[in-house]
């Protein structure tokens, strides 16, 4: 059985272009406002849609993740507000993949049977559990896969080629390779050696390999593209938010439309990778 995420990649498989992974948390800078700003990723040019789970403790998130949690958290947000922020976005959008990344102490603590189930019941199709490694499947990954959601892994530019096949074991999906060692937003990749990092891993899946962690815009966007299956941005797009907001942290009118035109401008540069290269 296919996902959506399956359907997705294929489909943009078929346009000769990488996808677009677009990254936001949920309830920044507050829920209603993080509903519209989800509505409108796709529309924008997303082809798939990361949401986070805000948690206190985010180790793997860079400052600008971690302040959107907080945002998100001092808002009201919660991870059962997160799932209503799907079943709300699912109502319009039946065909655009969902992925909720975070941690693992907010599922443990809702409880992972009732996760999983109430999960794939609002209309998530993936996860991608930062903190969760290969040795602990039976936590969360193996309920994920029974209950029909793709567990999405993480790989890094330490993983090699004796661990790579441990954190191949029981990815869905795609497999999301970290182009840089350290949190989100922290630097800026060396492109060759994503490519590099790009071909050896494919010659051990056929999973879509989708890039994140530096990508900041259009230029930075096609230079991975032009190699990989997918593009994620994150950090950037926290960013042009958190530009929008007023003094005082609220939102503005022009909130959505700056992470909109930016979602719009890095859609411009995946889309146009591979035509460039091939001239």
Excluded: W
């Excluded at 993080?34 to 040019?45: E, H, I, Y």
């Amino acid at each position: 059985m296919t996902s959506r995420i399956d359907r997705r990649f294929a489909a943009c498989r078929a346009e000769g272009r990488a996808a677009l992974v677009t990254f936001v948390m949920g309830g920044d800078p507050d829920p209603a406002t993080s509903l519209d700003l989800v509505k409108a990723l796709p529309k924008a040019g997303a082809d798939v849609i990361e949401i986070g789970m805000p948690f206190t403790d985010p180790m793997a998130d860079g400052p600008s993740i971690q302040a959107a949690g907080l945002r998100a958290l001092a808002a009201g947000m919660s991870l059962n507000k997160t799932l209503d922020l799907v079943r709300a976005f699912r109502k319009e959008d039946d065909a655009t993949p969902i992925v909720l990344m975070g941690y693992f102490n907010p599922i443990y603590v809702h409880g992972v049977p009732a996760f999983v189930v109430e999960a794939k019941e609002a209309g998530v199709d993936g996860l991608i559990v930062v903190d969760l490694p290969p040795e602990e499947d039976d936590e969360l990954c193996l309920p994920a896969l029974d209950a029909g959601l793709n567990f999405i892994r993480l790989a890094t530019p330490t993983t090699d080629d004796r661990r790579l096949p441990k954190v191949l074991t029981n990815t869905s999906g795609f497999l999301y390779y970290v182009s840089i060692n350290g949190i989100t937003g922290a630097a800026t990749p060396d492109y060759s050696s994503v490519a590099h990092a790009v071909q050896r891993i494919r010659a051990k899946t056929d999973l879509p390999i989708a890039v994140g962690f530096g990508v900041k815009n259009a230029q930075s966007a096609a230079e991975i593209a032009a190699h990989a299956d997918g593009v994620v941005v994150g950090t950037a797009l926290v960013d042009a938010l958190k530009t929008s907001l007023d003094g005082t942290g609220g939102v503005t009118k022009d909130t959505i439309p700056a992470v909109t035109r930016l979602v719009s401008e890095i859609a411009d540069g995946v889309r146009s990778a591979r035509k460039i290269a091939a001239e």
